[in-house]
């Protein structure tokens, strides 16, 4: 062969090998390693309706794979879509058209107008935006709509798309806060939106947002918190131009994440799916080009035995509990409360509503992070209004739910109404 033909050779299993866009990812090396979170996943029997979809992504984006466990979570959002998919919101429907293309079933987003549908919805957020000045739900669900879109060849404008990211505070902020999980979905969907599109290739708001996700990177390599580090690598594998090489350690983020993993951190479903794509050095623009050749796997996990907490002589620990109204500034009741240790919050409100069920009484809605509080001393927080019960510890945001928080003796508990 001549040397030019070599040369094409070269040229060719290069562009085979790297196709297309060069990646900075790193992947967990020993697959070990992230098999209690595979097990998760994978027992997870009857998850919550929207887990599914994170979960067959999880699936269809590791380098094993379990073909049982998929076909039982794919049949499961088959029937979800049969029964209800009118009702549901933009980003649980962009999940399911995400899910359904990683596991090959375009075949079904077709038959039952998914992406028309997906339009019609996000052309609904978009309205809710220009007249409201926010979406119907949030701007991480508007992150899954156009990457969705942009994934599946939908239609939608992109210079619209640009100003919809466009750095806003509103857009971005939960409380004062940098939300890391929104601005990642955002660098994913306008990364993809940037490659479908080249030439209009809109990449001032990508820097800006590599930036505020990088502003968030804790000495540890966390960014912002556990449960948003798995989607924050996501976006800087696939906007490494956007940074330079030695502002971000993959690595040492990558090896934080997996000691988190013994702990139990990531012991429910939703988290677990949602970290996964990252250790296996994936993102969520891989899921057009997972390989659609059936193989037969079935993946044995040895369920690592799940660590029992030393069953020791209960012993209580004492907390204050506070329950503050800050949008009205009507309200600052607090209470103090003794629970047996290893307790979480949820624990502590119903103790408090056990002493005063008047002032201390509260309601909850289950999701796929467990129990969401939805009222507290009869007032109701409401998405209408845009306002929450924010949990809080010694005047920190908790980075869990009331039902994953554990507390700990002296905590300072706080339920804030607050706006979003
Ligand atoms: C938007 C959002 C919110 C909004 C939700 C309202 C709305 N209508 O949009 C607001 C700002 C109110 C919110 C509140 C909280 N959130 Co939040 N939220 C998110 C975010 C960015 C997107 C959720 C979403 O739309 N998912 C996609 C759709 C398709 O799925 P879905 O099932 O329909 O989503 C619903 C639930 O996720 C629910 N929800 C949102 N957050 C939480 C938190 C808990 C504990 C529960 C039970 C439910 C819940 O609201 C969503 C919309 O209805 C996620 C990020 C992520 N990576 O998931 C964090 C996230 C789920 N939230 C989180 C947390 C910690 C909270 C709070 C506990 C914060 C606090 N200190 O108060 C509170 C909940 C307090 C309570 N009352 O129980 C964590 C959960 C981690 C964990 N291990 O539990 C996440 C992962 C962010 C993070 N990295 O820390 N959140
Ligand atoms: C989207 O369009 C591209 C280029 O035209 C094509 O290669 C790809 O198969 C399409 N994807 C889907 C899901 O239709
Ligand atoms: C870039 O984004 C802005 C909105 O943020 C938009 O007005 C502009 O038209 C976009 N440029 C291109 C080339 O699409
Ligand atoms: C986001 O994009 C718009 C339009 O290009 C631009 O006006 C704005 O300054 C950008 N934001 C940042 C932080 O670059
Ligand atoms: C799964 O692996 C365990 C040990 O790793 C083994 O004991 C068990 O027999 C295996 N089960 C199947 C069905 O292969
Ligand atoms: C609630 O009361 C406590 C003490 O009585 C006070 O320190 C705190 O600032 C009050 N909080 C609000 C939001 O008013
Ligand atoms: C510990 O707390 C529980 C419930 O909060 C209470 O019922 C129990 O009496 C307490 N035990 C002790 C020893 O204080
Ligand atoms: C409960 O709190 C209310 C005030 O909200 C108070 O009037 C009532 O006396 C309290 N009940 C008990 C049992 O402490
Ligand atoms: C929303 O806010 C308005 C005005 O503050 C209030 O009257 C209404 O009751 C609130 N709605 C809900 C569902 O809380």
């Known amino acids: 062969m001549r040397a030019s033909q070599w040369l094409y050779l070269v040229g060719f299993l290069l562009f085979f090998l790297f196709p297309a866009h060069l990646c900075e990812t790193c992947a967990a090396k020993q697959q070990a390693s992230l098999a209690p979170l595979m097990s998760t996943v994978i027992k997870s029997k009857q998850p919550f309706p929207t887990v599914a979809p994170r979960i067959l992504i999880a699936l269809r984006l590791a380098r094993q794979q379990d073909r049982d466990a998929e076909t039982t979570f794919l049949n499961e959002i088959k029937q979800r879509i049969q029964?209800?998919?009118e009702t549901l919101t933009s980003g649980q429907l962009a999940l399911i058209i995400l899910a359904l293309t990683a596991a090959?079933?375009?075949?079904?987003?077709?038959?039952y107008n998914l992406v028309e549908n997906l339009e019609q919805k996000f052309q609904k957020e978009v309205d809710n935006i220009?007249?409201?000045g926010h979406p119907l739900t949030n701007y991480y669900q508007v992150g899954l709509d156009v990457l969705a879109l942009c994934l599946l060849n939908g239609t939608y404008s992109t210079s619209k798309i640009a100003e919809l990211f466009s750095q806003k505070q509103r857009t971005y902020y939960f409380g004062g806060q940098f939300s890391v999980d929104t601005g990642a979905l955002a660098v994913l969907a306008l990364t993809c939106?940037?490659?479908r599109n080249p030439d209009k290739k809109n990449e001032s708001n990508i820097s800006w947002l590599v930036k505020k996700i990088l502003d968030e990177k804790k000495t540890d390599g966390t960014i912002g918190n556990i449960y948003s580090t798995g989607e924050a690598m996501q976006a800087l594998f696939v906007s490494s131009e956007y940074y330079r090489k030695d502002s971000w350690d993959c690595d040492q983020t990558l090896q934080t994440v997996l000691s988190q993993i013994p702990q139990g951190r990531f012991r429910l479903p939703i988290a677990a799916a949602q970290v996964l794509p990252a250790l296996e050095g994936k993102t969520y623009l891989d899921i057009t080009r997972v390989s659609c050749r059936s193989s037969p796997g079935h993946?044995?996990?040895s369920t690592p035995k799940p660590v029992k907490p030393t069953s020791q002589p209960k012993e209580n620990i004492s907390v204050t509990y506070r329950v503050v109204d800050s949008i009205n500034d009507?309200?600052?009741d607090s209470t103090s409360i003794s629970v047996p240790k290893g307790s979480v919050f949820l624990k502590v409100m119903e103790a408090a509503q056990a002493k005063n069920h008047t002032m201390f009484r509260?309601?909850?809605e289950s999701s796929e992070w467990g129990a969401y509080i939805t009222s507290v001393g009869g007032i109701q927080a409401s998405n209408k209004n845009r306002t929450y019960w924010?949990?809080?510890s010694n005047n920190r945001p908790l980075s869990q739910g009331a039902e994953s928080f554990v507390v700990s003796n002296g905590d300072k508990l706080e339920v804030r109404l607050s706006q979003y």
Do not use: S
């Open 193 to 195: 939106v940037n490659r």
């Open 330 to 332: 009507n309200i600052n």
């Open 104 to 111: 090959c079933q375009t075949q079904i987003v077709a038959d």
């Open 83 to 85: 029964q209800r998919h």
């Open 390 to 392: 924010q949990l809080l």
């Open 130 to 132: 220009d007249t409201h």
């Open 362 to 364: 509260f309601t909850t």
């Open 299 to 301: 993946l044995n996990i």
